[in-house]
DNA sequence: CGTTAGGAAGACGAA
DNA sequence: CTTCCTAACG
C-alpha cells in the first residue's frame, strides 16, 4: 500500500474513509486529484470490483489522466472496467441502452447547443411568435432552466409559479414553445444536454427496476467539483447512491462558477443536511502555489458570504508579489503580455508552455493573439468556436448523423441541399407543409417518394433531383453495414460534392476549410483505432459521432509542444500554470456587466477571479486597459473592483514605460496613474483618440498564424506597424510593396503601395486591410 | 434557384 | 467588429 505514503492527514483520511456518505472539501492546489485517483486504487485493493464504481467527472480527460493514473495502482483490467466520465457521457451511454424505456431509439443524436437553437427558431416561427419579444437565446435558457429543475412540459402546466414568473417576464407562450419544442426533439429522435440529465432522471423515477439496476451495480460513488452540480444532477447521484449511501462527494464552494448554467452551490453547502451522518474532510493545504498567491486570494474571497469557513494556507515560498500592469488599451495591454512572456522565456529558462493568458470573455482573445503573433510566440487558444462548431465540420457531421439517425430532421434540412442540387427554399417548405399535413416526417416523404410524389405539387425534375440525393444517403447507409465509419465518411465527403465544392474556393478561408475536413478525418481515424485497443470500445460511426457532440474543449490532447495557452477562466478550471497572466481586470468586463446587478451574481463573479488566482504556481501578472476596443469603438473602462480588494502587501505596480510617456507627456498623469483605484475619474479625462495608434487602425484578415495548424481561432484581423519598405498583402490587389506613407493622424494614413499585377495605389490604411507579409 | 450585397442586431461563461 | 437575415438581382 505504497501509494498511501506520502499523504498528508485529512488527505490520507479522505483516502481512507470508504464507508458512508463523505464530503472532501478541496481547496485550491491541495491534491485533490490525488486524493480521487488514490481513494479509488484504495476500493478496489480493499476488494470493491471495479464494476461497481461510479466516478463522475468535470471533463473527460480529468476521467481519462484520473484512470491512468488508477491503472498504475492496480493495474490496467482493473482500471479498465470503472465507470468513469462525465455526467452527460455517463448518462448518455446509460440512456442509449435504456432508451426503450423511454420510447427513444438507442441511436438517438446529441443536440449541442447551436442545434437546439436552430429547432427553437423553428418552432418560434412556427407558431407564429414574433421573436423580438422571444429572443431565441433567451427562451432556450429558460427552457434549460426548465429541464435542470426537472419540470416536464406537463410539470409546467401545473406549476402556477413558473407560469406566473413567465406571465410576468411578458412571455406567457413559454409553455405551448416549450411544449412544442420537447416535441420537436423528440420526432428527431434527438436529446439535447439537458435532456441527458432530465431523461436519466425519468428513468430513474419511473421504472424503479432500472433504478434498483443501478443502485446495484454503483456501490460506491464518487462525484468530483460537486458545487458545480446542479438540481437535475444532485437529483441523479441522490437516486442512485440511495441504497448503499457510499456516495463521496470532493469539492470546493469557493470555485463554484457554473450557475450560469444552473449549478446549484446549495448542493454542497447543504450535503450534511442530506446525509446527517456524512462525514467532513477538509483539504487546506495549497501544494501548488506560493504564499503570495494563496494569501491574496483568501483576501478575495473572503469577502463572500455564502461559503465554509475555511483556512487555505501554503508553505511553499513566500514568493513574488502579484505585478499590476495599467495599459491604455487593449492592444497595449496585449503587447504587454507578449513582451513578459518573451522575456520571462529569454531570461527565466520558461517554457511557453508555463504561461497562461487567462480572460474573462473570447472575445479578448484576438489582440493576444495578433500580440503573440508578431514576436513569434507559439501559442494555442482553448475554447472560443471550437472545431466541431465550425459550419464546414458541422455540415459533413450532418451527412453521418443522417446515416446513424434518419429521423434527424436538423441534420437532414441542413444538407438536403448543400452543396446546391437545386433543392430550393420553396421545395423544401413543399416538403416540410406536406409532411406536416400527413402527420409524418419529412424523411418518411422521402423515404416513400413513389407514393407521395404526386400529392407534391412538385414538377418531376425536382422529384428526381430528391430522389437522387436520397438514393446517395441510402446507399451510404448500406455501406455503413460492411465498412468502417472512416471508409462510409470518405465517400460521404466525395461524393456528397462536399470536398469538390470547399476545394473551388481557394482563398485562404477556403483552403483551411479543407484543411479541418481534413482534420476531422484524422481524428476519426484517430478515434477509431484507440477504441479498436480498449476491449469495451466501441468504433462505431455513432459511437464517434457521440464522442464529439460530448467533447470539451479541454478534451483535445495537447500535443506537447511548447505552447502558451489562452483560455477562458471557466476553461482553465483545474488546471495549473507556473505563470498565469490574468488580463482584462476592468468595471464591466470583469466582472462581467452581465453579472455586477445583485450579490449573488458577483459573488460568483468573485470566485471566478479565485479560480484564475489559484491556477497560478509561481507568479500572477494583472493587467487592466483604461480604453478598449469593443462593440466597433472604443470604450472608457475602469479597474475591476477585485484590484481594490486585494491588500496592496500582496501588489506591485509595474511601471508601463516607453509607450505611455509617447502618448501622454502632459505633467501630472503619468505620476499617479498607479496611485488610486478608487478614484477613477481622472481616467474619464484621458483624450481617446490618442490611443488610436496606427497599429490598431490597420486590420489585415488572414494573417496565418505562426504558432501551427492546431489553433483552434485562426480568424484574421489584427493590428501591426507598417513602414515604407514592407512587404503587404492586399484582399483584392495580390501583393505588394509600401513605396511611400503620409499622414500623420492615425485616422488618416495613406499608403502608396507597388502591386506586382495591378501597378501603383494609394491606399488609406484604415480601409485597405493589409496584411505585413 | 442561387448568389451577393447590405442592413440589423448582437456580445459572458459551456457540456 | 461579427454574424445572421432579408431583399434584390442574375
Known amino acids: 500500500m505504497d501509494y498511501l505514503n506520502g499523504l498528508n492527514e485529512p488527505q490520507y483520511e479522505a483516502v481512507t474513509t470508504l464507508q458512508g456518505p463523505l464530503m472532501v472539501l478541496a481547496g485550491a492546489g491541495s491534491g485533490k486529484t490525488r486524493v480521487l485517483t488514490m481513494r479509488i486504487a484504495h476500493l478496489i485493493t480493499n476488494g470493491v470490483d471495479p464494476f461497481q464504481i461510479l466516478a463522475l467527472t468535470f471533463t473527460n480527460k480529468a476521467a481519462k489522466e484520473m484512470k491512468e493514473r488508477i491503472a498504475k495502482v492496480v493495474g490496467n483490467s482493473n482500471a479498465r472496467s470503472l465507470w468513469m466520465g462525465t455526467f452527460h457521457s455517463v448518462f448518455a451511454r446509460i440512456l442509449r441502452s435504456e432508451a426503450h424505456y423511454l420510447g427513444y431509439p438507442s441511436n438517438f443524436t446529441i443536440y449541442d447547443t447551436q442545434d437546439s437553437l436552430n429547432v427553437l427558431k423553428k418552432v418560434l416561427k412556427e407558431l407564429n411568435i414574433d421573436s423580438d419579444l422571444y429572443k431565441p437565446k433567451k427562451v432556450q435558457s429558460r427552457i434549460s432552466a426548465y429541464k435542470n429543475n426537472l419540470i416536464t412540459v406537463n410539470a409546467y402546466y401545473n406549476n402556477p409559479e413558473v407560469m406566473e414568473a413567465d406571465e ?10 416549450y411544449q412544442k419544442y420537447v416535441e420537436q426533439c423528440f420526432k428527431n429522435g434527438a436529446m439535447d444536454f439537458d435532456d441527458l440529465l432530465l431523461r436519466t432522471n425519468e428513468l430513474l423515477t419511473r421504472f424503479p427496476e432500472v433504478l434498483a439496476k443501478y443502485q446495484d451495480r454503483f456501490r460506491y460513488i464518487l462525484v468530483d467539483e460537486y458545487q458545480d452540480t ?17 456516495i463521496c462527494v470532493v469539492g470546493d464552494d469557493a470555485q463554484s462558477i457554473y450557475s450560469f448554467r444552473g449549478a446549484n452551490i446549495y448542493n454542497i453547502l447543504n450535503f450534511k443536511k442530506d446525509y446527517p451522518d456524512a462525514k467532513t474532510v477538509s483539504l487546506e493545504q495549497n501544494y501548488r502555489s506560493t504564499q503570495n498567491i494563496v494569501n491574496a486570494a483568501n483576501v478575495v474571497i473572503a469577502k463572500n458570504k455564502a461559503q465554509f469557513p475555511k483556512n487555505v494556507f501554503s508553505d511553499n515560498e513566500i514568493g513574488d508579489k502579484i505585478k499590476v500592469y495599467r495599459s491604455l488599451s ?55 468556436l471550437s472545431f466541431y462548431q465550425r459550419k464546414e465540420i458541422k455540415d459533413l ?46 424523411v418518411d416523404v422521402l423515404n416513400n417518394l413513389g407514393q407521395y410524389a404526386p400529392q407534391l405539387g412538385l414538377n418531376n425534375g425536382v422529384i428526381a433531383k430528391l430522389a437522387d440525393f436520397w438514393s446517395m444517403i441510402k446507399a451510404f447507409q448500406v455501406m455503413l453495414k460492411t465498412e468502417n465509419a472512416y471508409t462510409v465518411a470518405m465517400e460521404v465527403a466525395q461524393r456528397s460534392g462536399l470536398i469538390k465544392f470547399l476545394k473551388d474556393d481557394q482563398t485562404p478561408e477556403g483552403i483551411s476549410r479543407v484543411e479541418n475536413v481534413q482534420e476531422l478525418m484524422n481524428s476519426m481515424q484517430g478515434f477509431i483505432d484507440e477504441q479498436k485497443q480498449l476491449e469495451d470500445g466501441d468504433p462505431s460511426l455513432s459511437s464517434f459521432l457521440e464522442n464529439i457532440a460530448l467533447s470539451t474543449d479541454q478534451d483535445k490532447k495537447s500535443e506537447n509542444e511548447d505552447q502558451v495557452s489562452l483560455m477562458t477562466i471557466h476553461l482553465s478550471k483545474g488546471l495549473e500554470f507556473p505563470v498565469v497572466h490574468l488580463v482584462g481586470l476592468e468595471e464591466n468586463l470583469f466582472p462581467s456587466f452581465m453579472s455586477s446587478s445583485t450579490r449573488e451574481e458577483l459573488e460568483e463573479e468573485r470566485r471566478l477571479f479565485y479560480v484564475a488566482l489559484t491556477r497560478a504556481e509561481k507568479q500572477v501578472f494583472f493587467s487592466y486597459a483604461i480604453s478598449r476596443f469593443q462593440w466597433g469603438k472604443i470604450t472608457d473602462a475602469e479597474p475591476s473592483r477585485f484590484l481594490s480588494e486585494i491588500d496592496a502587501e500582496y ?22 496613474i498607479f496611485g488610486d483605484f478608487s478614484e477613477p475619474k481622472f481616467v474619464k479625462k484621458e483624450p481617446k483618440k490618442t490611443f488610436n495608434a496606427p497599429e490598431s487602425t490597420i486590420q489585415p484578415k488572414n494573417l496565418k498564424p505562426v504558432a501551427s495548424a492546431r489553433i483552434i481561432n485562426p480568424s484574421g484581423g489584427s493590428s501591426q506597424d507598417i513602414e515604407v519598405g514592407d512587404r503587404v ?45
Open 397 to 442: 457531421v450532418a451527412y453521418l448523423r443522417i446515416l446513424v439517425n434518419e429521423n434527424d430532421n436538423e441534420a437532414l434540412m441542413r444538407i438536403i441541399n448543400y452543396p446546391a442540387r437545386s433543392i430550393g427554399e420553396t421545395t423544401q417548405n413543399k416538403l416540410i407543409v406536406f409532411a406536416d399535413s400527413q402527420n409524418v416526417r419529412v
Open 230 to 246: 446542479n438540481h437535475s444532477q444532485y437529483l441523479i447521484v441522490k437516486a442512485l447512491s440511495s441504497k448503499f449511501e457510499n
Open 168 to 177: 410576468r417576464a411578458n412571455m406567457k407562450h413559454m409553455g405551448q414553445i
Open 330 to 384: 487593449d492592444a497595449d495591454e496585449a503587447n504587454f503580455v507578449a513582451n513578459n512572456i518573451w522575456e520571462q522565456h529569454n531570461t527565466h529558462q520558461r517554457k511557453f508552455t508555463d504561461f497562461a493568458i487567462l480572460y474573462r470573455t473570447n472575445s479578448q482573445t484576438r489582440a493576444f493573439e495578433d500580440a503573440l503573433r508578431r514576436k513569434n510566440i507559439p501559442y494555442r487558444v482553448y475554447g472560443g
Open 651 to 672: 501588489l506591485e505596480f509595474v511601471n508601463p514605460a516607453v509607450t505611455e510617456k509617447k502618448v501622454f507627456n502632459r505633467s501630472g498623469l503619468t505620476s499617479d
Open 729 to 773: 498583402r492586399h484582399d483584392r490587389f495580390g501583393v505588394g510593396e509600401v513605396i511611400f506613407l503620409d499622414g500623420t493622424d492615425p485616422e488618416n494614413i495613406k499608403a502608396k503601395v507597388k502591386f506586382a499585377t495591378e501597378g501603383e495605389k494609394n491606399l488609406i490604411l484604415k480601409f485597405a486591410k493589409l496584411t505585413k507579409i
